[in-house]
């Protein structure tokens, strides 16, 4: 899976990667009992088969949360998460990786309303493939973070309109 | 005690997920109604054969929280606990579910078998009391027709 690096990182609202970054890691904390580690940004690439979540904040801001989970860590953080084990090709494992992408977009806004934003939820969509390539668009920033949990590594693009304004 | 609860979901997993999670509670014996959305929950709302019920917020048709406003809405309804299992964690949504729209409680996914039965515990002492003031009822009825 090929990865395009951040083009204005240095512009990303600090409180909206805070909060979205707190939220990855306290959603996997509560799944795994144990935060998820953090990595650099460039190792831990995750090529092959994997699934993606996808869903959006809008309202006080305009910001997409993109959650890929490589095969092996897609099928142990569902089964955690679920509770039960769920099949990595058949309809539920997008139920569930929708499941997680809302849990971490619900948090994400939890932390941003305590900041004055208010945002909602999109619906979730679950994409699943192989080596599949993120595209940055040019009136975006976007921002890439790698982390390692229990069972696999995982990573999170954040990408946020240029200059958020409050709408709320 | 036996619990007749209606568990309403889009993802079939996520209610298989909350039944799972409640079976594995100690809290009580529970027999399930399943439903897609808001609009499936109120077809099959029967306030005489439910004792509780859960539902997600976000969903397709009739989202949970126009479910909670529309079984508040029904007379006879009150004595059965609405409690939203979502990861909607703003408070503002918090404060909409329970002040405005009258569910009892609020989980916040993703939730451990601990916290959903230190959630409950006082909803279910509720559901109990009132299936025993239910079958002291039913029974001075069947003294009263002897």
């Known amino acids: 899976m090929e990865t395009v690096e951040c083009r204005n990182k240095s512009e990303m609202p600090c409180a909206l ?19 998820p580690l953090e990595k650099d940004g460039s190792s831990g690439a995750s090529d092959g088969d994997s699934v993606l979540g996808i869903i ?15 095969r092996e860590t897609a ?54 493939g192989s080596d599949v390539e993120m595209i940055q668009q040019d009136k975006t920033m976007s921002r890439l973070v790698h982390y390692e949990c229990t069972d696999g590594g995982f990573w999170v693009r954040i990408s946020a309109e240029a200059r958020p304004t409050a709408r709320n | ?8 979901d889009d993802s079939r997993v996520m209610r298989n997920m909350v039944m799972q999670s409640l079976r594995k509670t100690r809290l ?9 959305d808001g609009a499936d929950a109120l077809n099959k709302f029967n306030p005489n054969e439910l004792d509780i019920v859960f539902a997600d917020w976000n969903m397709p048709n009739m989202n949970g929280i126009d479910l ?35 569910a009892n409680e609020y989980i916040c996914k993703p939730f451990t078998v601990e916290q959903l ?23 001075k009825l069947v003294k009263t027709d002897a």
Do not use: W
């Open chain 2, 117 to 139: 039965e230190r959630k409950l515990t006082d909803l279910f002492s509720q559901i109990a009391q009132n299936q025993q003031k239910a079958s002291g009822f039913f029974s």
């Open chain 2, 1 to 8: 005690m036996k619990i007749r609860a209606m568990v309403v």
């Open chain 1, 17 to 35: 990667m805070d909060c979205i970054t707190e939220a990855v890691t306290s959603t996997f904390a509560s799944i795994y009992g144990r935060e």
């Open chain 1, 56 to 70: 959006s904040l809008v309202g006080g801001l305009q910001c997409s949360i993109v959650l890929g989970l490589p």
């Open chain 2, 28 to 36: 009580a014996e529970f027999e399930f109604v399943e439903a897609e």
């Open chain 2, 68 to 102: 909670v406003r529309k079984v508040r809405a029904m007379a006879n309804t009150d004595h059965i606990p609405i409690v939203m299992v979502t990861s909607e964690k703003a408070m503002g949504k918090v404060e909409t579910a329970l002040d405005e729209a009258g």
């Open chain 1, 75 to 128: 099928k142990a953080v569902t089964a955690k998460f679920a509770g039960f084990e769920i099949d990595y090709d058949g309809p539920d494992m997008g139920d569930v990786v929708g499941e997680l992408a809302n849990v971490v977009a619900g948090d994400a806004a939890g932390r941003l309303e305590s900041h004055g934003i208010k945002a909602d939820l999109s619906l979730p969509t679950v994409a699943r």
